[in-house]
């Protein structure tokens, strides 16, 4: 099969799965305790009232038919009017989207940058200083809770040191650029940079060690393999040994594991824009669920699932394009 | 099940590695703390004492400004003063907001991890090897949909989905006597033991997927061997093969998961906590949340229950790490492509 | 014929957990212009150790100890004279002493290496013909600029790697090396080399990656060319056709082969000289007809009376009675390490055994000798077997028994090689 044709199965198959979120989303509403019109109508209201407000929100249909609607509303991007305020939910969640892409972005990329040559110089240098630091940032970085984290960078940065503000998001990356663009004025940029850095940090850490500790142990496992000797042999400088053949080897199963702990990320982005109050998702997310607002729960969860079911599909074919031995099933 | 050989390479392995030591200590300690929290905890650590609130840890005096009403010359005016709180040996590790003790509150948040990080991962692992055995040995349509359901699963963050599950469901509490305090062995201490019922379903819910996937792989590759055949052939039945033949075999890789497994789910209980929405009323991940609006004049309330999380989740992340070291279960990267 | 390299007491050590590896232990031996010497011995018995610490690349744990590598070479030998007048001997240097880089630039158009699987010594993500074209480069650099050894790294850190893997077109290697590397595939008999050189390892067959590998090894053209096991991955029938085209390279090319193998057969029908060696060091050396038909050391007539047939085509090394010890210091004595499985074991071989000349019986070594042809490290060189001073069967009896017992990985790594 193809790369192409791989390509769009997987495509086929994501669409799949996210049906099957939407449907699953849905029918959670329908299995959870109390009446979400208790929680639109005001607490006095009279019966009348309260059915009046099911029928606007087509909340005494069928169960079949409210399904129907809601897929046909998604298709055209509707979904429903938040209960609480009665904005679009749609346009709601996806002013948040662009504050966690930026988060999970900052995050990845501080992520990779740091960890995939930490792993490397920890597995070259193996019993060095330079190597147990590296093992025990790691292993500290994949057992710390990031909420805790988050608190602690906050304590020591922001309330003893006051070098960093605790939180909130002043101003988007894009405005920011748009901002330097247009009028060559930098602060909006380094105040972005100022808020987004704990918030990143907090984000990335687990990842940072993650990866740091899949790099060293790849690359201690293809280090060994009779092909770095081969390229050593001919002559190769060991830079290249180390980043061409090695280093090249061991992200193949680096990206499968990153695909699989995507969920991790975004979990992760959660729980940072809570301690942060960073507008982003996670805390829309929260926040809708404690306020029982279904709309808006309801197109959380199917924008961040379907979100990763592509992101997903987008690793698996990053994989298959690095690794040449892929059999595309 | 678990043959010499597998003693061997533990103890080989446990020899040569110093992590791995640590790691047993630590989960040993933890254990130890969680099961004697009653002898070990010198107060019942739900006791308020307002008048002794935000005492600092041992060597960490700190100043506080204290608003006081005193009468001058007659009338009544409000005099601001700085005072300073000492630490105290009474309260080791200081005290949160309410004047509860810190150490108490620490020991007693042991259980409360333990527990959801222990009934959690036996519960994913039992619905997650039913599936996973079931999809694996039967293969095909059953196969396809169970493997399908776990994609859609898997498309949840576990977070998100956990935090969606007991928003939505509520958090049901299970109290369960604290033997100690029954025998009459700790009578200052509290009578139960709170189980957050919910997180235990939820965490089992967003985990069983990776058991699952474990499992099939195990049954897929074992299904075709011949004594597998043989004994099909010989009129066993389906529940006996894989119980006599299929699941000893899967046993170790499934073992090694549910060590990482358990650290996992410390983590996400503390921060299903940390959100509020675990229904427990003792956890680490709780006295953080209490100690994020205290940070500028009590930084010890949110920093000593985030120490122990860490000290957990490291001596189990290193037991997993021996175990996987030692049996060579080959799963990580599992469940790729 | 004039040799082009000479080792000396060369002697590597591994540093484990367990203790001190004497992986090779005092080994010293001569390959000529044009020929290929062989190197014989079971699995564990230090050979595959030895031809990497002459090309220098043991790694951590491993570290070569001691002993020189002298290497024949005008150009080296005039630059170093002054600088370094310890390493240089006439034409000669001596590896060990010339510093790192040096070292480094050697590899490649001095020595270069063949390994044992094939499919596990080409980067099974990078196409066959790319990993050739870079050997080519890399000595194409060198040329360029033949006394620095930074030219080939120059320009080449991890910042560069980044770029070009990310900005299309751009490439280590050049357009030339690459219609370089295809020639190559076709001198070792690849049939449709420019179609193959875009193929990755998997999609190669073992015998036909094996030519491969070849070919990377002479991109160079190496004065040296070390074959560790070159055909013990491969079919039997594949097995001869690698033979031969090892032999007709060496004609065409004039270099000289060092031959690593457990095979009799392979040594029979490929060397022109031979070294014996069993736990660290050579215990005989000489031509083929010396170890063949005139062998001294009780082992290498161990070995030769296990090949049931010089015809057929995969003769193996039997097993001789017990293992290879285990080469760790704390438990190799001054004696004959061969002696707890030696028929003829006596009170002479508790002592450390020298390299002895097998016609005069003198000690070979320290200068004395070292052109001597036919060695042993066996007293019997010396003198006669003498039963009344043989040691009883029984008396390396418990020593076997100590050898730890809780660790049977460890030895079934070591195994004897009959199922090799
Ligand atoms: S020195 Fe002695 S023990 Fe060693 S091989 Fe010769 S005869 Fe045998």
């Known amino acids: 099969m193809s790369f192409a044709r791989f390509i769009i199965k997987r495509s086929l198959q994501g669409i799949f799965v996210v049906w099957g979120v939407v449907t699953v989303v849905f029918l959670l509403r329908f299995s959870t305790p109390g009446d979400p019109i208790t929680f639109i109508a005001p607490l006095d209201a009279s019966p009348e009232l309260r059915q009046r407000i099911a029928e606007e929100l087509g909340l005494n249909q069928p169960l079949y038919v409210q399904y129907f609607d809601y897929l046909t509303g998604l298709l055209t991007g509707d979904m429903g009017y938040s209960y609480i305020s009665g904005t679009e939910a749609a346009t709601r969640i996806f002013a948040r989207v662009p504050a966690t892409v930026e988060l999970a972005v900052a995050a990845t990329v501080v992520a990779i940058v740091i960890s995939i040559p930490l792993g490397v110089i920890s597995a070259t240098r193996r019993h060095e200083p330079a190597d147990y630091a590296a093992t025990t940032f790691s292993l500290a970085g994949i057992s710390t809770p990031n909420f805790w984290l988050g608190i602690m960078l906050v304590l020591v940065f922001a309330v003893q040191l006051n070098f960093l503000p605790t939180s909130r998001r002043p101003v988007g990356i894009v405005q920011a650029v748009e901002v330097l663009v247009l009028s060559g004025n930098y602060a909006g940029i380094v105040l972005w940079l100022q808020h987004i850095t704990l918030p990143a940090i907090t984000l990335g850490t687990y990842f940072t060690a993650l990866v740091t500790r899949l790099t060293r142990s790849g690359m201690l496992d293809e280090l060994g393999k009779s092909y770095v000797d081969a390229a050593r042999a001919k002559g190769l400088p060991e830079t290249l040994v180390r980043y061409k053949h090695a280093l090249r080897n061991t992200l193949i199963p680096v990206i499968t594991v990153l695909g699989l702990q995507l969920g991790t990320l975004i979990g992760g982005a959660v729980i940072t824009e809570a301690v942060f109050a960073w507008p982003g998702l996670g805390t829309l997310v929260i926040n809708s669920i404690n306020t029982r607002d279904w709309p808006l729960i309801q197109g959380c969860l199917i924008v961040i699932g379907s979100s990763f079911v592509f992101v997903n599909i987008a690793v698996d074919a990053l994989y298959a394009y690095v690794n040449p031995q892929v059999v595309y099933d | ?337 | 014929m004039d040799e082009i390299l000479r080792v000396r007491d060369l002697k590597t050590r591994f540093f484990t957990e367990e203790g001190q590896v004497n992986a090779v232990e005092s080994v010293s031996f001569d390959v000529r212009d044009g020929e290929i010497f062989g190197i014989v011995g079971e699995s564990g018995s230090g050979k595959s150790v030895t031809a990497l610490s002459v090309i220098d690349l043991i790694e951590s744990p491993g570290r070569v100890t001691g002993g020189e590598v002298w290497y024949r070479n005008a150009d080296l030998a005039d630059e170093f004279r002054e600088k370094r007048s310890e390493a240089v001997d006439g034409d000669f240097v001596d590896l060990r002493r010339l510093p790192k880089g040096v070292r480094r630039s050697l590899r490649g158009p001095s020595f270069s290496m063949v390994f044992q699987d094939p499919m596990s010594s080409l980067n099974p993500s990078i196409t066959v013909g790319e990993q050739i074209a870079e050997a080519v480069e890399v000595q194409r650099r060198a040329r360029a600029n033949p006394r620095s050894t930074r030219s080939r790294t120059q320009g080449y850190g991890l910042g560069k790697y980044l770029v070009d893997s990310i900005v299309p077109g751009r490439e280590y290697t050049s357009t030339e090396s690459k219609e370089r590397a295809i020639e190559l595939l076709e001198q070792v008999g690849i049939p449709d080399p420019e179609a193959r050189a875009e193929e990755y390892p998997h999609q190669f067959s073992g015998g036909m990656l094996q030519r491969a590998m070849i070919a990377q090894a002479l991109a160079g053209e190496p004065d040296i060319l070390v074959a560790d096991e070159p055909t013990t991955a491969l079919d039997v029938t594949i097995q001869a056709q690698i033979l031969n085209l090892l032999r007709d390279l060496q004609r065409e090319q004039d270099m000289s082969i060092i031959m690593i193998t457990h095979d009799l057969g392979v040594i029979a029908r490929m060397c022109d000289r031979v070294g014996v060696m069993y736990a660290g060091q050579i215990v005989e050396r000489g031509t083929l007809g010396d170890i063949f038909e005139n062998p001294v050391h009780p082992y290498t007539e161990g070995l030769l009376g296990s090949i049931p047939d010089l015809e057929d085509p995969s003769p193996r090394l039997s097993p001789i009675e017990g293992n290879v010890p285990s080469l760790l210091d704390s438990e190799m004595g001054g004696r004959c390490y061969f002696a707890d499985r030696c028929p003829n074991a006596m009170e002479a071989c508790l002592n450390s055994i020298p390299e002895y000349d097998t016609d005069s019986g003198e000690v070979v070594g320290d200068g004395a000798n070292a052109e001597a042809v036919h060695t042993a490290r066996c007293v019997l060189a010396t003198r006669e077997f003498d039963a009344a001073e043989a040691l009883g069967d029984d008396y390396f009896g418990d020593r076997a028994e100590a050898s730890d017992p809780e660790t049977p990985d460890d030895a079934a790594e070591q195994e004897v090689v009959s199922d090799a």
């Open chain 2, 1 to 337: 099940m678990v043959s010499p050989r597998t003693w061997r390479n533990l103890r080989r392995e446990l020899r040569g590695s110093a992590l791995a030591k640590i790691g047993i200590v630590l989960v040993l300690a933890i254990i130890l703390v969680a099961v004697f929290a009653p002898f070990l905890a010198p107060y019942d650590p739900y006791q308020q004492d307002l008048g002794n609130s935000q005492v600092p840890p041992l060597g960490f005096s700190t100043t506080e400004n204290e608003t006081r009403s005193e009468m001058v010359n007659g009338s009544i005016e409000v005099v601001e003063e700085e005072v300073t709180v000492n630490a105290t040996l009474a309260h080791p590790l200081g005290t949160d907001a309410l004047g509860r003790d810190m150490l108490s509150r620490t020991i007693y948040g042991a259980r409360t991890s333990l527990l959801v990080g222990v009934f959690g991962t036996m519960l994913a692992v039992l619905i997650g090897v039913t599936v996973g055995l079931t999809a694996g040995y039967y293969g095909g349509r059953v196969d396809d949909g169970l493997m399908r359901m776990s994609d859609i699963m898997l498309a949840f963050p576990s977070l998100v989905l956990a935090i969606a599950l007991i928003g939505l469901f509520g958090g049901v509490t299970i109290r369960i006597p604290d033997p100690f305090v029954v025998l009459g062995l700790a009578p200052e201490m509290p009578p139960n033991i709170v189980l957050p019922g919910t997180v235990v379903l939820v965490v089992a819910l967003v985990n069983w997927v990776w058991f699952a996937r474990v499992a099939r792989g195990e049954a897929l590759s074992l299904r075709n061997e011949e004594y597998v055949k043989a004994a099909r052939a010989l009129g066993a039945s389906d529940g006996s093969i894989v119980a006599r033949h299929i699941l000893p075999n899967s046993i170790t890789p499934i073992l090694v998961l549910a060590t990482i497994q358990v650290a996992a789910i410390i983590l996400l209980e503390s921060s299903l906590s940390y959100l509020g929405f675990s229904g427990a009323n003792l956890s680490w991940g709780l006295d953080i949340a209490q100690g994020r609006d205290y940070l500028a004049s009590a930084w010890w309330i949110a920093s000593i229950p985030g120490v122990a999380i860490v000290f957990a989740v490291i001596g189990v992340n290193l037991v997993g790490d021996w175990l996987r070291d030692a049996l060579d279960p080959g799963i990580e990267g599992e469940g790729g492509v």
